[in-house]
């Protein structure tokens, strides 16, 4: 600290030397002569230490004007940045202090203004100058890093002075005066990996390839110094830390963990079935660590596959081709892994890596073999019941070789058309077969081991049915041909062609005649066209409607095939009245309908007809039935009481088929019995169930039931009804009871008349009497 002082004092030396320590001159301009005038002020920039340690306060320097001539007339004025707080001046001498410890880094300068004035008039003797206070700064700030902790990668073997990366500080002080910014990097911790370069402050690796390997050392710490002063002795110094990792790049080749493995299997594992897994190292990481598996030489190549499981990087061995113990009962590969990706800086012969594999094969009861995937075989459709068809064949795979028995699948051969002997395998018919019908079946064959009837295998077997010529030829199309009244013998008249259902190899091959028993008499003739069709032709030249309109003329038809088939189709030949160019105009209603039988319009307006009849008799009945019918009250006048006599009297007891008493007796079951069957009314009820105390309760109970039931229900019978009496009849000494005729039903009436009538109304005489008095 005493040598930054002495350095400081002797820059503020230097520094007011270049100051005049008086007042600058100044030229005034007269009207005739120029004149030199000294400045009244004595002052323009101060120097002021940062960091003033002292307990007075700090000298800055003096203030002093010319108009200041000692008599304590003048008054010094301070304004400005600080002025009063920071900075102070003596008003009667102009001594310039700073109160306080200023530091340069937070403020470099302040700039201040000061005048002279009469302290006795307050005026202004000098105008108001502008001066500055700067601070002149010293070491007193560490270097500090832009980040407290560093972090860095570099691959690993990289050459020596490859870059990782930079560290970088900065100084508080003033970097244009002296060396106080001046910085300079070293390593106080880290060696001697790593270089640091003293003014830049890049980090670069210090050792060479073989010295900077992950697999070995992954993480470096390093202390880097910054100091400054130019890094001389009495700089102070800031520190940081940096991380460095070293990232892994391809330079360690995979290594299986075992070099013989030993796996087993079973002989029905099917195509893609897991084997085993092997496992190879890599003390790489990430992708430099992904590896694939070959399989490169052994018998078992073609057999199995190999693949790598992406998350655990192991081979998977897997079945590719179908086993079979009793061919070949072990297998040995030979297995090779490497690198997905190769690094060609690192990559050399042994970076590949094999292994032996052996695998077992284990031997497993399987099912019948047949000895083809699928059969086809070839029948005649005329072949006779019992008649072989083909043979299937299949044997046991394991070494015990069981016998085999054949069967067919009964839900492929639905007709039962075809079976297979037990024994041999041979496939022969059960039934007629019809090619036109079905040209191919395909039935299942089951072949089944004796000793283990779980183990079985199914075969499909086509069976195609070869074409025999059994079906003759017939017309293609029904033809409809008509003849002119008017024309000439050999008139064209129809072209015929014919279909048949067989299919001979050679392709189809028709002749066309005219039947034997019509050659001499017929009235049209048929010539073969040689192409499977054949023309009609007239055999005289006219032809009349009256006499005959219609004629009928037999065609026979044979095919080419062996055996010969042929069939006689009839054209039917119309004779129509037809214009100069040929076209048909009239011909005879008969002629007309192509077909027997009515159209369907003719049909659905017979229909029509056949219900507005219908109609109109049911609507002719109901209104005579109507008319038949009397209105029971004709007029008001014609009132008359209807006397209706019920002359039928129940059976009783023994009337069983009025009511069945077996509901009574029965009550526990009476639901039952009305949903279902009702029970035989012949039969007669014995004395036990008539009298017993419990049967009475039971029908009791029933009968209230029944009656609540009925009472409750609006629907039940019997029914709300209004009966009309409209007629009495005549000589009763009563006459007519009925009010209907009353002129008025309140009046009061007499009934006292009705004594007259005998002891059987004069109870009624009575009663109508004793109702009048209570009203009256």
Request: proline letters at 5%.
């Amino acid at each position: 600290m005493f040598s930054t002082a002495v350095y400081s004092f002797l820059f503020l030396c230097l520094f007011f030397s270049s100051f005049p320590q008086s007042g600058t001159e100044k030229q005034v301009r007269g009207p005739n002569l120029l004149k030199r005038v000294r400045r009244g002020w004595m002052w323009n920039q101060f120097v002021l230490q940062e960091e003033y340690t002292g307990s007075d306060y700090q000298y800055i320097g003096k203030l002093k004007s010319d108009q200041d001539y000692g008599n304590g007339l003048v008054k010094y004025v301070l304004s400005g940045e600080g002025a009063g707080s920071i900075f102070v001046i003596d008003e009667n001498n102009g001594d310039l202090h700073a109160t306080r410890r200023l530091d340069r880094e937070e403020k470099a300068f302040y700039i201040l203004r000061a005048t002279v004035v009469n302290k006795q008039t307050g005026q202004k003797l000098e105008p108001e100058t502008e001066f500055t206070v700067k601070l002149h700064d010293i070491n007193d700030n560490e270097p500090k890093f832009s980040k407290e902790v560093y972090t860095g990668s570099v691959p690993e073997r990289s050459d020596i002075g490859t870059s990782v990366i930079q560290v970088t500080a900065t100084d508080a002080d003033d970097s244009m005066y002296g060396s106080s910014a001046k910085l300079v990097y070293s390593i106080s911790q880290g060696h001697p990996y790593f270089s640091v370069d003293p003014n830049t402050g890049v980090i670069r690796t210090a050792l060479g390839p073989g010295n900077m390997d992950r697999e070995q050392r992954e993480h470096y710490q390093m202390v880097i110094d910054a100091k400054d002063m130019a890094g001389q002795r009495g700089g102070l110094t800031g520190t940081t830390i940096v991380n460095i990792t070293l990232t892994d790049v391809n330079d360690n080749p995979p290594r299986f963990t075992q070099s013989i493995h030993e796996f087993r299997v079973p002989e029905s594992a099917k195509s893609g079935t897991p084997v085993g897994r092997i496992v190879a190292t890599d003390r790489d990481i990430g992708k430099n660590a992904e590896m694939y598996f070959t399989i490169v030489s052994g018998d078992g190549m073609d057999m199995f596959d190999i693949s790598t499981d992406k998350e655990t990087q192991e081979g998977v061995i897997t079945v590719g081709k179908p086993l079979d113990f009793e061919k070949k009962p072990s297998y040995t590969v030979e297995i090779q892994v490497q690198n997905t990706q190769v690094d060609p800086r690192f990559w050399s012969p042994a970076s590949k890596d094999m292994a032996t594999v052996r695998i077992g094969v284990d031997d497993v009861d399987e099912p019948p073999l047949f000895d083809r995937a699928s059969y086809v075989m070839e029948v005649k459709e005329d072949a006779a019941v019992g008649v072989a068809v083909g043979s299937v064949s299949a044997m046991d795979p394991d070494g015990a070789r069981s016998k085999v028995k054949y069967s067919i699948d009964r839900r492929t051969d639905m007709d039962r058309l075809f079976n297979v002997h037990p024994g041999n395998g041979s496939v022969f018919l059960l039934k007629g077969l019809d090619r036109e019908e079905t040209a191919w079946h395909n039935v299942s064959v089951i072949a089944t081991e004796f000793n283990n009837p779980r183990q079985s295998s199914h075969v499909t077997v086509s069976i195609r049915l070869l074409d025999v010529n059994d079906n003759p030829p017939t017309f293609a199309v029904v033809y409809e041909t008509f003849v002119c009244e008017r024309t000439t013998a050999g008139q064209w008249i129809q072209t015929v062609s014919a279909v048949d259902a067989d299919e001979p190899s050679t392709g189809h091959k028709f002749f066309f005649s005219l039947a034997p028993e019509r050659t001499h008499r017929s009235n049209f003739t048929v010539r073969d066209n040689g192409d499977n069709t054949a023309g009609i032709l007239t055999r005289r030249a006219n032809y009349s409607r009256l006499h005959q309109s219609v004629y009928l003329v037999p065609v026979v038809i044979t095919d080419g095939d062996y055996p010969m088939q042929s069939s006689t189709g009839t054209l039917t030949v119309r004779v129509c009245t037809c214009n100069r160019e040929g076209n048909m105009e009239v011909c005879n209603a008969e002629a007309l309908s192509s077909s027997p039988g009515l159209s369907t319009g003719a049909l659905i307006a017979i229909l029509l007809c056949a219900i507005i009849l219908l109609m109109i008799v049911v609507l002719f009945t109901s209104l005579k039935q109507q008319r038949k019918q009397e209105p029971l009250i004709i007029s008001k006048e014609d009132v008359r009481d209807n006397v209706v006599s019920y002359n039928d009297e129940g059976g009783g007891e023994e009337d069983t088929q009025a009511f069945d008493i077996g509901a009574l007796r029965h009550p526990d079951t009476a639901v039952a019995l009305e949903e279902s069957t009702k029970q035989r009314r012949d039969i007669i009820p014995t004395d036990a169930m008539l009298y017993s105390p419990r049967r009475q309760r039971d029908v009791r109970q029933f009968i209230n039931h029944k009656v609540l039931e009925n009472d409750c229900n609006p629907t039940a019978p019997p029914y709300d009804s209004l009966a009309t009496y409209a007629y009495e009849g005549e000589g009763l000494v009563a006459e007519s009871l009925s009010s209907l005729g009353s002129v008025s039903s309140e009046a009061e009436q007499d009934y006292h008349y009705l004594s007259d009538w005998g002891p059987r109304f004069r109870k009624l005489a009575e009663l109508y009497g004793a109702e009048d008095c209570d009203f009256s």
